[in-house]
């Protein structure tokens, strides 16, 4: 019998050299690998999943349908298109590649791997030399888990997994995955624990003994609610827990460019006549907030309220003093 | 999660193969292997196999024409079928935008949807951008991040306005790049500084602006990404700085950092830097919760930055 990848090249040559569109029957009969003694049904089984395998490898199949009986065909809307990327364009998914397919932690590689070999379907593309780690701890365990829980997200698979708390709280739990973000070199998994009905943040690398739901792997177990976005669980390092206070920060005219790039989508920008930039955001832990803003000195001074201001130049005359000696 | 067999992988590597094989190429397995995945041993029984599939009535002249020799893979025509890339599939799509978001490409970069455009099957930009979110809103960043690519790329030395934490400002640099590195989520890019006269490497989320001088460069044999940023080696200087009792202190925040047991529940930490002025800059960030042991040079960095800081905020 012949190899089952053999099989599903066979078939993919076969929808592709073919004419016109080709019927389960024309495929059982011209195609190398499907078993002369096999019965209908298994048969059918059989090319379901073949189709499925060639979907997934991005062979889109085009269906036709006629009294009843469905046809398959590839049509222009199957192979990549044009896509005139500028070279900036092509540089940048090039470094990109060439970084995170070093990269264990990044847990889409095998299907970014495919998806450049698409992009520059040559073997004389650019490979500058680059190197990726997105996180840092356990880069592999993170990377592997990551990629599994990216699939329950994009599946709305449960998963099952123990973890240990910030608070100690140690446990098994029962989540929906809704999302995943890196931050500081950590990946982040957001869910719902179904035991306490309660949105939560994970950190992956102290995940463990991670199982998704493999009943049913077609069937969703959950919806995601349909406003959830993953963006509002990224918080600064001074957002950790709910907001004590509504704080204004400026960024002066030097530094206003410097003020997207810092600020990591929180809070709102508003830019002043001239040419500095306020910055609004919540602060949670207003010491941690006056470390952030000296971090990120020089430029950036706090406007209110006023304590904020306050605490600064507090804060550094202790250091003058101390320092100063 | 539904594993994928074995077979399903290895069809989608063998189906990525078909387009490289151009008639007449002579194709290093090893580089095929870069392209592709897996090893070059994988790759040598992809295309064996691959030779022995086609279209119907699998006449040798419906064939796939191709075969390894030694660790070449000799090509004589065109694959039968299927000798041009397919559409992305929805999840290498998805992928992509991950990757560009990871080079501060955010969910509404034009670059992102051209590409989730072009996959076979309708792909769901919210619905990707909500799944994986693979950097921190990197506003910005992706202008600069395109032009040191595509200098690095085409070895071209770069201006670039770039803001030195240390010293707080804003300056100009004229460097060739030669390697670039993604750490902890940043970008960050190792060259040839022509304003300093030495190797540096640079973060990429400080560079104001990067333009190409037109002049190219060559870049050494053993040039070497910029990971991990900050390498510690038994070479840096070391400070000694006492922390307070209550502080919140990590290895991961102080890179290289040797913990003990201070006085009054502190603790003191023995830390390798490069930059006096960023550490100086970091100690003061502490409000007093921080003194810096040795070096005594170090002692008048803190005390410094803390006086212009005083000063920018109106106070003497």
Redesign the interface.
Known sequence: MADQAERLINLALFLAGARGPVTAADCRGEVIGYPYDQDDAAFARMFERDKDVLRAAGLALAVVTDDETEAYHLDDAAFAPALSLTGAELATLAAAGAALLTDPSFPLAEDLRYALAKIFPSLDRPAPPASGRLADESPAAQGEAAAALASAVASRKRIAFGYVSLAGHAGGREVEPYGLFLREGRWYLVGRDVARDLVRTYTVARLTGLTVNNVKPKTPDFERPTDFDTAAYVVLPFQYGPVRTQAVVRFDADAAWRAERLTAGQGELVPLPDASVEWRVGVTDADRFLRWIVENGPGVTPVSPPELGENLVAGLRDVVASHGR | ??A??N??D???R???LL??L?PGAE??LA??A????GTPADVAADIA??S?????P?SPDELVDAFVDGDIVRVFAA????D??????P??????A???E??G?GPDDP?RA??LE?A??PADAA?I??????????????EI???V??A???HEALRIEY?SAGR?E?GMRVIEP????????VWYVAAWCRSAGGERVFRL??V?SAEGTGETFTPPVD???P??AFPVDEGLRRATIAFSAGS?LSS?EWPGAVFRPGEAGGTIAEIPFVSGAWIA????????SA??LEPREL??E??EV?????A??G?S
């Open positions: 999660m539904a994928r067999s077979a399903a290895r069809a989608r063998m189906m990525a387009p490289l151009t194709l290093p580089r095929l870069d392209v592709v995945g196999l691959l022995m599939c086609g279209l119907p699998y694959p039968p079928a299927l041009r890339p397919l559409a992305l599939a999840a290498e799509a998805g992928a992509l991950a990757a560009l990871a080079c490409r670059l051209r590409l072009a076979s099957a619905e951008a909500s799944t994986v979110r693979a950097a921190v809103s990197p506003g910005g960043v992706a991040h395109a032009a690519a595509a690095t790329a085409a803001f707080g804003v030669w390697a670039m590195g993604v750490d902890r989520g989320d400080r104001r040039a070497r990404p990971v991990p919140e991961r800059r970091r100690v003061a960030a502490r409000l007093g003194e810096v002692r008048a803190v005390a803390s006086r212009r800081m005083l920018d905020l106070e």
